[in-house]
C-alpha cells in the first residue's frame, strides 16, 4: 500500500507549507481568491493583496510552480499551470496566559495552520 501510494505521489506537484504563524481562517480568505486560478494570475492576485497570509501563499505557489519544473525537466509555459487544490488545516495551538483584573488570567491561544497547495497543468488531462 505504501508503494502505491508513493507511485501516486510521483505523478502530482505541489508544496506544504507547516506552522504558519497565523490562524486557519485568516489564511483560508487568501486561499479562497486564488482556488482553481491559472498560475500567473493567482501570483498576481496575491501580490497586490493587502493580507499579511497572502505572502506565505505566494511563496508556497512558486515553490509549488519550481516542484512541477524541477519533476517535468522544463519550464512552465504561460497559461500551462493550474492550482488544482489547496487546502489550509489546522495547526498546533500554543496557550498562554494574560494578566487580567482581579487575579484572574485569560486564556490567549495562538493559533498555526498548515497549507497544502497543488498545481497540474490542464494539458495533462488532456493527452492519452
Known amino acids: 500500500m505504501a508503494e502505491k501510494f508513493k507511485e501516486a505521489k510521483k505523478t502530482q506537484y505541489f508544496a506544504?507549507?507547516?506552522g504558519c504563524p497565523s490562524s486557519p481562517r485568516k489564511m483560508r480568505y487568501v486561499v479562497d481568491m486564488v482556488r482553481g486560478m491559472e498560475v500567473n494570475r493567482a501570483l498576481g492576485v496575491l501580490r497586490f493583496s493587502k493580507k499579511a497570509a497572502a505572502a506565505d501563499v505566494e511563496k508556497l505557489l512558486r515553490s509549488a510552480i519550481a516542484?512541477?519544473?524541477a519533476k517535468n525537466e522544463r519550464k512552465a509555459?504561460?497559461?500551462e499551470l493550474f492550482i488544482t487544490r489547496v487546502f489550509?488545516?489546522?495547526g498546533v495551538t500554543m496557550k498562554r496566559m494574560r494578566p487580567a483584573p482581579q487575579g484572574r488570567g485569560y486564556r490567549i491561544r495562538?493559533?498555526?495552520n498548515h497549507v497544502t497547495l497543488f498545481v497540474d497543468a490542464k494539458t495533462n488531462d488532456v493527452k492519452e
Open 16 to 18: 506544504k507549507l507547516k
Open 67 to 69: 516542484n512541477w519544473e
Open 77 to 79: 509555459e504561460d497559461g
Open 88 to 90: 489550509v488545516d489546522e
Open 110 to 112: 495562538k493559533r498555526s
